[in-house]
């Protein structure tokens, strides 16, 4: 019984997503998922992101949260469209938050649209929202043991952005394993190491991402 319920609930997110994709689809504009833990780095990755391009790109933001703005005033003060989604309890964002906070964004104007999704390893990637790309940032900090753990999220995601590098001498975790265990998950899929404190490796994030357009 509990299945049948989740997954009709799965069933009736997938058609409303697939509701966010024509949308997005019909504007020519791409739309990321960001996903990670609490305090792994999203929005700051996300800070740095925007001023990296936003002479490049008309970026938007939509930012998930159980509650608070917060992560939406962050954002804010990089001078880019944000509008923010409490879940209210919810410990992830599903496609008809996604799709009620859509007319706050002029869609016409953007090119890139970046989802941060409420922190969490496990329940925000069961829940498409119409995105093109889901992409997983974890710090390192977290542990070596955390994509074996987790592996649905680096399975489906397009990139992994290994986060915190900058305290790698400070904890106990090797690096080499953690790439290799996600590539053991998702083979070929493109890892990038970054410190968003210190800017190291962002750069080569934000080329990526402008590829993917
Ligand atoms: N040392 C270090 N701290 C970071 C880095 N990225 C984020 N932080 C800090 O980690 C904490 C959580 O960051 P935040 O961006 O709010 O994470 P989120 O919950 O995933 O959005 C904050 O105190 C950040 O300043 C990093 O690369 N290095
Ligand atoms: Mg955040």
Same mark, same amino acid.
């Not at 069933?11 to 994709?21: D, I, P, T």
């Given at each position: 019984?509990?299945?049948?319920?989740?997954?009709?609930?799965?069933?009736?997110?997938?058609?409303?997503?697939? %509701?966010?994709? #024509?949308?997005? $689809?019909?504007?020519?504009?791409?739309?990321?998922?960001? *996903? !990670?833990?609490?305090? #792994?780095?999203?929005?700051? &990755?996300? =800070?740095?992101?925007?001023?990296?391009?936003? $002479?490049?790109?008309?970026?938007?933001?939509? =930012?998930? $949260?159980?509650?608070?703005?917060?992560? %939406?005033?962050?954002?804010?003060?990089?001078?880019?469209?944000?509008?923010?989604?409490?879940?209210?309890? /919810?410990?992830?964002? $599903?496609?008809? *938050?996604? /799709?009620?906070?859509?007319?706050?964004?002029?869609?016409? =104007?953007?090119?890139?649209?970046?989802?941060?999704?409420?922190?969490?390893?496990?329940?925000?990637?069961?829940?498409?929202?119409?995105?093109?790309?889901?992409?997983? &940032?974890?710090? &390192?900090?977290? !542990?070596?043991?955390?994509?074996?753990?987790?592996?649905?999220?680096?399975?489906?995601?397009? /990139?992994?952005?290994?986060?915190?590098?900058?305290?790698?001498?400070?904890?106990?975790?090797?690096?080499?394993? *953690?790439?290799?265990?996600?590539?053991?998950?998702?083979?070929?899929?493109?890892?990038? =190491?970054?410190?968003?404190?210190? !800017?190291?490796?962002?750069?080569?994030?934000?080329?990526?991402?402008?590829?993917?357009?």
């Amino acid at each position: 019984m509990e299945i049948k319920v989740k997954l009709d609930v799965l069933s009736g997110n997938e058609e409303l997503a697939a %509701a966010n994709r #024509a949308k997005f $689809d019909d504007v020519k504009l791409k739309v990321i998922n960001i *996903m !990670g833990s609490p305090g #792994a780095g999203k929005t700051t &990755v996300l =800070e740095k992101t925007i001023d990296l391009l936003k $002479d490049r790109l008309k970026l938007g933001v939509i =930012e998930g $949260d159980i509650y608070t703005t917060k992560d %939406a005033d962050r954002i804010e003060q990089h001078g880019i469209p944000v509008t923010q989604i409490n879940t209210g309890g /919810a410990c992830h964002l $599903d496609a008809a *938050m996604v /799709a009620k906070a859509l007319p706050e964004l002029n869609l016409e =104007e953007l090119d890139l649209l970046i989802i941060e999704n409420v922190g969490n390893l496990v329940c925000p990637v069961e829940f498409n929202l119409g995105e093109h790309l889901k992409i997983a &940032v974890l710090s &390192v900090i977290e !542990g070596d043991d955390k994509p074996l753990k987790y592996p649905l999220i680096f399975r489906q995601s397009s /990139a992994v952005i290994l986060n915190k590098v900058d305290l790698l001498p400070f904890c106990e975790v090797s690096l080499e394993n *953690m790439k290799l265990d996600i590539l053991s998950i998702n083979p070929g899929i493109p890892i990038f =190491e970054v410190s968003a404190r210190t !800017g190291e490796g962002l750069k080569d994030w934000a080329d990526w991402l402008v590829t993917q357009r």
